[in-house]
């Protein structure tokens, strides 16, 4: 059972240390983000997380990058192929009120843009948490590194070396380690209704010891 002891969430394993809000001006308004972090001290505990079937149905029946990227299933490598060169994990969920985007008369474009919003900026704290503490970041949606991907010419990747897989491509069900372990619910767009907020999560796979604080401020910095 988790709990929160003095704003830091404890689960066993998964302790929280990155937790403010902060905002942020961008070209056409200012927006403010949530950035939660937690540390997974274990990261073994996530591959209970790791659903294969479903996950790949998922991608296989509903997402046009499909078979289409060298990021993304069938392409993908899985989670528990990876995890076990590692020891623990930081998990990040950054968040915003989607009535920052209240001016924008298509919901579902008011939605895509605050999350290319949040995906760029989680995108770059966790990059520059593998390159600090020598990680191996898993990102948020497909890799966007080439204007089109060469896996549809079936050309080999071209940036075999900075091309990351997103957490739901090694088959993790992100929306359960979210609510599981850090006691967060995400929300959907549904049936043309946008929600209260929108989330993009991120995962640094770790071996070294992290300074919680340092990391942090590191990524307070770069919001
Ligand atoms: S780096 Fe380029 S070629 Fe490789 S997966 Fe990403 S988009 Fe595709």
């Given at each position: 059972m988790?709990?929160?002891?003095?704003?830091?969430?404890?689960?066993?394993?998964?302790?929280?240390?990155?937790?403010f809000?902060?905002?942020?001006?961008?070209?056409?308004?200012?927006?403010?983000?949530?950035?939660?972090?937690?540390?997974?001290?274990?990261?073994?505990?996530?591959?209970?997380?790791?659903?294969?079937?479903?996950?790949?149905?998922?991608?296989?029946?509903?997402?046009?990058?499909?078979?289409?990227?060298?990021?993304?299933?069938?392409?993908s490598?899985?989670?528990?192929?990876?995890?076990?060169?590692?020891r623990?994990?930081?998990?990040?969920?950054?968040?915003?009120?989607?009535?920052?985007?209240?001016?924008?008369k298509?919901k579902?474009?008011?939605?895509?843009?605050?999350n290319?919003t949040?995906k760029?900026?989680?995108?770059?704290?966790?990059?520059?948490?593998?390159?600090?503490?020598?990680?191996?970041?898993?990102?948020?949606?497909?890799?966007?590194?080439?204007k089109?991907c060469?896996?549809?010419?079936?050309?080999?990747?071209?940036?075999?070396?900075?091309?990351?897989?997103?957490?739901?491509?090694?088959?993790?069900?992100?929306?359960?380690?979210?609510?599981g372990?850090?006691g967060?619910k995400?929300?959907?767009?549904?049936?043309?209704?946008?929600?209260?907020?929108?989330?993009?999560v991120?995962?640094?796979l770790?071996?070294?010891?992290?300074?919680?604080?340092?990391?942090?401020?590191?990524?307070?910095?770069?919001?």
């Amino acid at each position: 059972m988790c709990r929160e002891i003095e704003g830091r969430r404890q689960c066993g394993q998964i302790r929280k240390i990155i937790d403010f809000e902060k905002s942020r001006m961008l070209k056409n308004r200012t927006i403010a983000v949530s950035c939660h972090g937690y540390l997974v001290e274990d990261v073994s505990v996530l591959n209970a997380y790791c659903e294969m079937d479903q996950t790949k149905n998922a991608c296989e029946s509903g997402c046009i990058n499909y078979g289409k990227k060298w990021s993304c299933p069938p392409y993908s490598r899985r989670f528990t192929d990876i995890s076990g060169h590692y020891r623990k994990a930081v998990l990040l969920v950054f968040r915003t009120k989607m009535e920052y985007y209240s001016d924008v008369k298509n919901k579902y474009t008011a939605l895509k843009a605050a999350n290319v919003t949040l995906k760029s900026l989680i995108e770059k704290c966790a990059r520059m948490i593998e390159k600090q503490e020598n990680g191996y970041a898993l990102l948020s949606g497909s890799c966007r590194l080439c204007k089109k991907c060469s896996c549809r010419s079936k050309q080999k990747c071209r940036k075999p070396d900075a091309m990351r897989y997103s957490m739901e491509a090694t088959m993790l069900n992100v929306e359960k380690i979210c609510s599981g372990l850090a006691g967060i619910k995400l929300q959907w767009y549904q049936n043309g209704t946008l929600p209260e907020y929108t989330s993009t999560v991120s995962m640094v796979l770790l071996n070294d010891e992290v300074k919680p604080e340092e990391l942090a401020d590191k990524v307070y910095h770069m919001i």
